[in-house]
């Protein structure tokens, strides 16, 4: 895959107002998608957030294949990372933010009680990469739209504070850090839509996607799209022969979709924009890119 260069001047700025804000809050909340919880974890926010106590969330869980979120859940918590699995769209998990940043939080206030502070609501701060889900949570947790949201990353332009009575939440802009060394993980983030599709060429996360899916999906994209050839992986390192079912794939999709140039030619770059999208909706079925490293314990 190209090297998609995606750390335009406006996330070193968020990254700045990130790093300012912190000193201004109880603890992080940091979201990240199910179906990539790894690759989509900004390294720089463990960085700036230093021992602010942290509280993952895994976002969209109604995209993610249920088997991997638990095993996820159960990875992380054998970290003794606290963490919460939530659906934005549909409030399920949501309930449970709000008592894990109490916890969170929990020490601080005893200390500051006993210097005979009083309680004050928890402040968090809210981030992660872009389009994960950070306004649409805050929605959620606040019953209103009190935050812009958007089906594409790049909505959010400022940070924002957004006070629900126990606790105070600042919703801030997408952040993606300015390398990803490992062209796997890249292209799984742009295929959940982190990346502004703009700069993306979508034929190539096809050449990342439809491998990934006969591999571990095998009957997702025959039964979305009534493919009629029998999909047989090429070996991982035959570039060729994957570019060439990649192509094939492509062109039946767009047979099957009426997606045609002049002469009745597949437009195989429509079908994989079509294709990707409907990854991105859950068109395809719950899908979840990465799953938990197995232990060696
Ligand atoms: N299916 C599903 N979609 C979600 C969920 N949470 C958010 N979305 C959708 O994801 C898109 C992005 O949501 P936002 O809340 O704007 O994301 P954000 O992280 O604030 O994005 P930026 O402000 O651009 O960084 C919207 O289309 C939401 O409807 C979820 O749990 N499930
Ligand atoms: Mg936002």
Redesign the pocket.
């Known amino acids: 895959m190209q090297t998609i260069h995606w750390f335009p001047g406006h996330m070193a700025k968020a990254r700045r107002q990130m790093s300012e804000a912190l000193r201004w809050v109880d603890a992080v909340l940091e ?1 990240v998608d199910a179906r990539l919880p790894l690759a989509s974890s900004n390294p720089m926010l463990a960085e700036l957030a230093g021992n602010k106590p942290r509280t993952l969330v895994l ?5 993610a294949d249920p088997a991997a979120t638990q095993a996820w859940l159960a990875w992380f918590r054998r970290q003794g990372v606290e963490v919460v699995a ?4 549909s409030g399920a998990g949501v309930n449970d933010i709000v008592p894990a940043l109490e916890r969170a939080a929990a020490g601080k206030r005893r200390r500051e009680a006993q210097r005979g502070i009083r309680p004050r609501p928890v402040r968090a701060m809210v981030a ?1 990469i ?8 805050i929605n959620r947790l606040a019953g209103r739209a009190a ?1 812009k ?3 594409r ?4 332009k400022a940070q924002q504070w957004i006070r629900l009575g126990r606790v105070e939440l600042l ?1 801030t ?2 952040v993606l850090w300015p390398k990803l060394a490992d062209r796997t993980a890249a292209a799984a983030l742009a295929v959940s839509g982190a990346i502004k599709s703009d700069i993306l060429d979508m034929t190539e996360l096809c050449a990342y996607f439809i491998p990934f899916c006969i591999r571990h999906y095998p009957q997702a994209l025959c039964n979305r799209y009534q493919l009629t050839e029998e999909l047989v992986l090429p070996p991982a390192e035959d570039a060729a022969a994957t570019w060439a079912l990649t192509e094939r794939v492509l062109e039946q999709i767009a047979r099957r979709r009426g997606l045609l140039q002049a002469g009745g030619v597949p437009a195989t770059a429509r079908a994989a924009e079509l294709l990707i999208r409907e990854v991105q909706t ?1 068109r395809l079925g719950r899908l979840s890119f990465e799953w938990p490293p197995v232990s060696s314990t």
């Open positions: 979201l976002t969209r869980i109604d995209l939530v659906d934005a769209r992660g872009p389009n994960v889900g950070k306004s649409s949570l935050a949201i958007g089906d990353p790049g909505i959010t919703d802009p997408g859950g």
